[in-house]
């Protein structure tokens, strides 16, 4: 089996530094414009947090009493994102193809934009909703685009604490937002008197980051691998250059960029040869679409990519709400800060680790050990809820050990699946599909999220403590899963990634790829064949 960088580099080693933190510290400018880039993680998780808190202030209570007296309607306008979310993930990845990464960052920006002010300035309901599921779309956009931007951008060495920043900023996001919500919520008082600035303003200043964002795309480098897809290779020379802070002359940059040359042209070459006669953009599209679920190692990477979002979902991370605090005794005002301001810190300081050490430990190390801390945290807390759930006012301390347990469960969330969800996906797929196959996985984790809202309130009531263990379940497979199946892709070049999942591994595409390298190296960019480079016993063998 060769792949790509195997043929091109000959195995040679690309290293731009170490791994970790010291990986990141010795990459400062590319760790900037990450960081730059994970805005996108931080208007995502101020979104998804500031609704909670505003949904319960009694001015916008009185502004919107249907909403305030209507659970369902209330979990429909929660659940609105995550469909606006859905879509925007799907639609992104012709997008960022066309337009590039970077400017899909721009448009997604400037839809969040426009959600946000109609959340605002919202007079009724409708506007809410209709608010909430453009911003939405731009959630979806920008969860899918980030990472598949940063993976792109990052040396393998810190590939993973990278795209890491992603979930880092989410956590910031809802943090922020959490205890914005809880200091506007005292403008004119928390009754009658509550002015109505106390709701608007928190959903006004999420425009704030997205302006910088807005600002800070236009100094962010196109990914290098996109500009090689569209036959740009003196740019994406000069953006390799200023990403690794070298020379045009260092060896690593020169095979780096021929490794990226010889995959893109296979891809390009070999998609002629499998569709000939069709030039149709969106016919090609499909094709490409269908093939994701019908190629043997494409399809085997799109399950581990899918399945990493499914499981994520279902893991239980949205169990964990103010209900669920309230059932266990706590009361009062600590309620709120323990669901929700707490669980924030300890997801936010709990990702920290995964940015610092992901790419030393391995992304199936990480998912292991999260998987296992999560399971007993589940279980033990859907033991408690089960022996404690009629007496929790006389078992107060028993209240607070189930407390305890649930931070345990977000901090291993946070540092495990919480991270490497949004990794793997970015980094696995060949060059031709990958924006497609991350948007697919990535509306799979949003279709999943509106999934377990929608049963988990249904279940607490039925189930009560069984819906624990119903998430435990996953935790487990979770392990298993990983153990048996999910390889490790730490410190692997994205073009790697064929060694590990198959692909180009038929005579035929060594015999073409080898002809690819001569025709590169050598300068002859000669187009053979008509529309291709493909020889004619790569086509007859095809």
């Known amino acids: 089996m060769v792949s790509a960088s195997a043929v091109v580099t000959g195995d040679n080693d690309i290293s731009y530094g170490p ?15 990450a ?29 919107f009493p249907d909403l305030a007296n209507d659970p369902t309607l209330q979990g429909w306008m929660v659940s609105v994102l995550t469909l606006g979310a859905m879509v925007g ?32 300035a919202a007079q009724s309901t409708a506007e809410i909703f209709v608010g909430r599921f453009i911003a939405g779309i731009s959630i979806g956009m920008l969860s899918m685009g980030v990472p598949l931007y940063l993976g792109e951008l990052a040396p393998p060495n810190i590939r993973g604490s990278l795209v890491a920043l992603q979930q880092l900023a989410i956590t910031i996001g809802i943090m922020v937002a959490f205890w914005l919500d809880y200091g506007t919520q005292y403008i004119g008082g928390t009754g009658e008197g509550q002015h109505a600035v106390a709701w608007r303003l928190p959903l006004a200043l999420q425009c704030l980051p997205s302006l910088i964002m807005l600002v800070a795309i236009f ?14 290779n003196e740019e994406a020379l000069e953006t390799l250059c200023r990403l690794r802070r070298v020379g045009p002359e260092d060896p690593r940059v020169a095979a780096e960029l021929m490794e990226i040359k010889v995959a ?20 090609l599209a499909l094709r490409q679409y269908a093939e994701l679920f019908v190629v043997r190692h494409l399809n085997r990477r799109l399950i581990i990519a899918c399945l990493l979002q499914i499981i994520q979902q279902f893991t239980g991370i949205s169990t964990y709400a103010p209900t669920i605090f309230k059932d266990i005794g706590l009361s009062g005002n600590s309620v709120s800060l323990l669901a929700t301001g707490v669980v924030g810190v300890i997801n936010f300081f709990s990702t920290i680790p995964a940015i610092m050490y992901l790419d030393r430990w391995g992304r199936r190390a990480v998912l292991i050990v999260g998987g296992v801390g999560m399971s007993v945290a589940q279980l033990i807390v859907g033991t408690m809820y089960a022996v ?15 407390a305890v347990f649930v931070w345990v469960y977000i901090s291993n969330f946070a540092f495990s699946i919480g991270c490497v969800n949004w990794i793997m996906p970015s980094e696995i797929f060949p060059p031709g599909v990958r924006s497609k196959a991350v948007g697919v996985a990535i509306s799979t984790n949003w279709f999943s999220n509106f999934i377990v809202a929608l049963i988990t309130p249904r279940m607490l009531r039925a189930w009560k403590f069984g819906t624990f263990y ?9 392990v298993v899963w990983v153990w048996f199946f999910v390889p ?35 300068g002859n960019t000669t187009v053979l064949d008509g529309k291709t480079g493909a020889s004619a016993e790569y086509r007859e063998e095809a």
């Open 488 to 522: 490790e892709t730490k410190g692997r070049r994205i073009e790697e990634m064929d060694d590990i999942f198959g692909g180009n591994s038929g005579e035929a595409d060594i015999r073409m790829m080898e002809e690819i390298r001569a025709r590169l190296e050598g």
């Open 19 to 33: 791994a970790g933190y010291k990986g990141l510290l010795s990459q400062k400018y590319v760790l900037g414009m």
């Open 35 to 63: 960081s730059f880039a994970s805005i996108g993680g931080l208007l995502f998780g101020y979104d998804q947090g500031v609704i909670s808190g505003v949904l319960v202030m009694h001015s916008f209570g009185d502004k």
């Open 264 to 283: 893109a042209t296979f891809d390009r070459e070999s998609l002629a040869v499998r569709f000939p006669g069709i030039t149709s953009p969106v016919k």
């Open 89 to 120: 993930a799907f639609i992104n990845g012709p997008t960022a193809d066309k337009f590039s990464r970077r400017w899909s960052l721009l448009f997604a920006n400037i839809v969040f934009l426009v959600g946000s002010i109609i959340q605002a």
């Open 219 to 232: 100094f962010l480098p196109y990914s290098p691998r996109w500009l090689v897809n569209r036959g740009r």
């Open 470 to 478: 119903f998430f435990l379940v996953f935790c487990v497979l979770l």
């Open 388 to 402: 404690y759930q009629h007496k929790w006012e006389s078992n107060r301390g028993a209240g607070w050990a189930t």
